[in-house]
């Protein structure tokens, strides 16, 4: 199976900030990861496929780089509505891994 | 609009079975592929299992033999069978719609709520 590792577990930052969460594959995956975000009781929400594709919605704030085996999500301009965990997904293979998520607070 | 609504959860003995349920509305079941993705209590999410369009499964290895997938094109749900339900299968359970682009890269782009299940004696 392929390990999915994300760092920061979790960071603490003010609004306005700009914020790079990590995601590291065992092995290169092309281009298939996939970023979601997940705020507590809620419905975990797509954010970005493919490396850097958004669909329709996702604030333009976020975006995604890398290929083979790292990657990055950044938030260029951290809001309060951003507060959650954000996981990391490779689509290359099943089982498609999740990262172990990275929790990101608000200061 | 396109949502999807679990069930099914509840409290069951170490042992037992459960069945989840996925009620989907706006798209057809049999034509997409979906996905069940858990979260254990203060954990992260965890790839459970896919059915694709086509019918084939997968499983993750931490349920493979003790869930099994399954749809009901007249009711447009979704079905996780489990059974052998271990205290380590407590977790809430989102189902989600798969989709992939002609080049082949896959995503979840609709979930549902989650149900909570809840393994204990």
């Known amino acids: 199976d392929i390990q999915m590792t994300q760092s920061p577990s979790s960071l603490s930052a003010s609004v306005g900030d700009r914020v790079t969460i990590t995601c590291r594959a065992s092995?290169?995956?092309?281009?298939?990861l996939n970023w979601y975000q997940h705020k507590p009781g809620k419905a975990p929400m797509l954010l970005i496929y493919?490396?850097?594709t958004f669909l329709s919605g996702v604030p333009t704030r976020f975006s995604g780089s890398g290929a083979g085996a790292d990657f990055t999500l950044t938030i260029s301009s951290l809001q309060p509505e951003d507060s959650a965990t954000y996981y990391c997904?490779?689509?290359?293979?099943?089982?498609?891994?999740f990262g172990q998520g990275t929790k990101v607070e608000i200061k | 609009e396109v949502q999807l609504v679990e069930s099914g959860g509840g409290l069951v003995q170490p042992g037992g079975s459960l069945r989840l349920s996925c009620a989907a509305s706006g798209f057809t079941v049999s034509s997409n592929s979906m996905s069940w993705v858990r979260q254990a209590p203060g954990k992260g999410l965890e790839w459970v299992s896919i059915i694709y369009s086509g019918g084939s499964t997968y499983y993750a290895d931490s349920v493979k033999d003790r869930f099994s997938l399954s749809r009901d094109n007249s009711k447009n749900t979704l079905y996780l069978q489990m059974n052998s339900l271990r205290a380590e299968d407590t977790a809430v359970y989102y189902c989600a719609r798969d989709r992939s682009t002609v080049t082949g890269f896959w995503y979840s782009d609709y979930w549902g709520q989650g149900t909570l299940v809840t393994v204990s004696s």
């Open positions: 092995q290169s995956i092309g281009r298939y």
């Open positions: 493919a490396v850097s």
């Open positions: 997904q490779q689509s290359y293979s099943t089982p498609r891994t």
